[in-house]
C-alpha cells in the first residue's frame, strides 16, 4: 500500500486543520487505518485510528474530544479532522495501514505514509 499524506500547515491555537491520506496499490477496504504523530525529539506515538468499514474509531486520551478520524472507502482515503488545536499538538503527522486489525502501536503498523507536518503557534 502506497499512503500519501497531505493537509498540513501553520495554524493558530484554537485552530482547525483536516489531514488526508490517499491510499493506493491494495484493496483499501482490507486495511485499518490510523495515525500517528512525531514531536521534535520525541517518539513517534499513536493519535486516531478506525476500522476497515469505519463504524469504529479510537483516539488517544490527549486528542479525545477534538480529533476525529474518518474514511471514505470509495475514494481510498482516510482523514483526520483536527479541532481546538494547541501548540502541543505540533508535530509530523503520519498516516498508517494495517491489514485486517487497528494497531495503536508503531510496532503493528504494516505501511506508512510519508508525514505532513502540523505547527500550531501560540
Known amino acids: 500500500v502506497q499512503l500519501q499524506a497531505s493537509g498540513g500547515g501553520l495554524v493558530q491555537a484554537g485552530g482547525s486543520l483536516r489531514l488526508s491520506c490517499a491510499a493506493s496499490g491494495r484493496t483499501f477496504s482490507n486495511y485499518a487505518m490510523g495515525w500517528f504523530r512525531q514531536a521534535p525529539g520525541k517518539g513517534r506515538e499513536f493519535v486516531a485510528a478506525?476500522?476497515?468499514?469505519?463504524?469504529?474509531?479510537y483516539y488517544a486520551d490527549s486528542v479525545k474530544g477534538r480529533f476525529t478520524i474518518s474514511r471514505d472507502n470509495a475514494k481510498n482515503t482516510v482523514y483526520l479532522q483536527m479541532n481546538s488545536l494547541k501548540p502541543e499538538d505540533t508535530a509530523v503527522y503520519y498516516c498508517?495501514?494495517?491489514?485486517?486489525?487497528?494497531?495503536?502501536?508503531?510496532?503493528?503498523?504494516?505501511?506508512w505514509g510519508q508525514g505532513t507536518q502540523v505547527t500550531v503557534s501560540s
Open positions: 478506525i476500522n476497515w468499514s469505519g463504524s469504529v474509531p
Open positions: 498508517a495501514a494495517n491489514l485486517y486489525t487497528v494497531v495503536a502501536s508503531i510496532d503493528g503498523v504494516d505501511y
